[in-house]
C-alpha cells in the first residue's frame, strides 16, 4: 500500500468530481415501507398495549397526512440528487445551540510514531512543516481534482467525492436561529481558489499565501522559517486579544458576537473574510499532552483563545511535539478526514525528510498579524466566554483505544455498516449497566 496506488489518478481515470454528476439521486422509500422499519425500530421498547397503540396511529397516519406528505417529498425529491441533505444539515446540525467544542466536533490524534516519527519538542516545527506542506498537497491535488474519486469494493462501488471540497477554506457560521456552511474552495476548472494559510496561538492570529507567483507549493523549509517566527512572536510577546474564544460560546451568543465584530469595522470583516477562506488552519496549543487520550481531549478543551472553532478542519499543533486534527461534523463526514489522515502519514512515511540546511537561504514568506478592533462590549463577551469555557472543559470524557479483535468485514456479515453496530454496542452496554 503506497499514496500513488491509493490516490493519484492514472492516466485516463476519471477526476476526483466525475462521478459526483452520473451518481443516481438519493432514492426516496415509499411511505409503507418507512412506516414498517418505524415499527421494527419501537417493538423493543413498547409493552403490547402501547404497540397495539402504535399500530393504530401508524394505520391512520399512512392513510392519512402520511399519504399528503409522502406525495409532497416526491416532488421535493425530483428536483434535486440528495431529498434530505439541506434537512440533514440544519435539523440534525445547525439548529443545534450548543457550543461546537467540546460536544459536537470531530477529534482525532495524528499519530507520527506509528511511521517511526519522533514525536517531541524539539521537532516539533520541523514535524509541523512537513506536516502541514503534505496537506497543502493534498489541497493541490483536491484543486486539481487529482485525487482518485472515492469508492469501494475495488472501485466498483462508486461515492460522491464533493465534500472533499469543504475541507479546505470552509466554515460553519453562526446564525441566531441556525448555523449555515460558507465554503469559499474551488477547484481549477471552477476558478481561482484562496492560497493563504492562517497560524494561531496564545489568542493571535496571523496569515501567509502557501503559493509562489508561480503558483507552485512553498517548500517545507520556507514553511519552517515561518512557523519559527510565528513561535518566537508567542514564546516572547504577550498574549493576544483572543477574539477567537469567541467562537466557543453556545452559538447563539456567538452569533450575536459575530454581528457586532463586523458592525464595528471594514477591518474587522475583512479579517473574518481571511479567516473563513483560508486554505487551511493551524492552532498552536500550549498543552503538553502524554498519551493520544489526552491529544483527543486538548483537541476538543484546550486552548479555547487560540482555536477559530467554525472552521471545518484546523491541524493543532501541542508544545512537546504531537499533533492533533479537528473537524466540523457538518462539512464533511469522517470517510474525508480518514481519507486526509492517510494521505499524510504516508506522505510522511514515504518521502525523505527535507534538507534542513537548505533552510537558511530559503526565501522568506511574507507573515501578517491579523487584529481586530474591539469595543468595551466585545472584551467583555471574551473575558465572559473564558469563564464559561473554563467550567464546561470537563463535560466530555474522552478515551482512545484500540480495538484488533475484528473489523468491518465480520460486520458485513450480519449486514451492519460499523457505525451502526457501534451504535447498537453503545446502547446493548447502556442497558446492561442500567438495567433499562
Known sequence: MNRASIYFLNEGEPNTYDFDETLPPLPLPELHDTLVRY????????????????MNVIETFESGVGAELQEKLVKHAATRKNWVDEWWDKYAYHMLRLPLNPYIVMAMPVKLEVINIPE???????????????????????RKALIKPLS??????????????????????????YDYIKNFFKTVKEGPTPSHAVISGKGRIFVFDCLHTDGTLITPQEILIVLQRVRTILDYE?????????????????????????EISEKNRETIRIIESSSIVIAFDENEPQ???EISLFCVNGDYHSKW?????????????RFACVGEHSAYDGTISVSYALFVQLSMYETPEPDWSST??????????????????LQ????????????????????????????KDVIKTWNLHPDSFVQVIMQLAYAELHKE
Open 39 to 54: 415499527y421494527e425500530s419501537i417493538k423493543p421498547f413498547g409493552s403490547p398495549s402501547e404497540l397495539a397503540n402504535s
Open 238 to 262: 504577550p498574549i493576544g486579544d483572543c477574539v477567537p474564544i469567541l467562537t466557543h460560546g453556545d452559538r447563539t451568543t456567538w452569533a450575536n458576537n459575530y454581528l457586532r465584530l463586523q
Open 152 to 177: 469501494s469494493n475495488g472501485g466498483t462501488v462508486k461515492y460522491s467525492s464533493a465534500l472533499y471540497k469543504r475541507f479546505f477554506s470552509t466554515t460553519r457560521a453562526p446564525g441566531t436561529e
Open 360 to 377: 537558511d537561504t530559503s526565501k522568506v514568506v511574507a507573515l501578517k498579524e491579523l487584529k481586530f478592533d474591539l469595543d468595551v462590549e
Open 120 to 142: 517531541t519538542p524539539a521537532l516539533l516545527l520541523k514535524n509541523l512543516s512537513r506536516l502541514m506542506y503534505h496537506t497543502l498537497e493534498f489541497w493541490d491535488l483536491a
Open 291 to 293: 498519551s493520544y487520550e
Open 380 to 407: 467583555k463577551e471574551i473575558e465572559r466566554t473564558k469563564v464559561e469555557c473554563d467550567r464546561r472543559r470537563n463535560d466530555v470524557i474522552v478515551t482512545h483505544d484500540s480495538f484488533n479483535e475484528y473489523g
Open 309 to 321: 472553532g467554525d472552521r471545518s478542519s484546523t491541524i493543532i499543533a501541542y508544545k512537546n511535539g
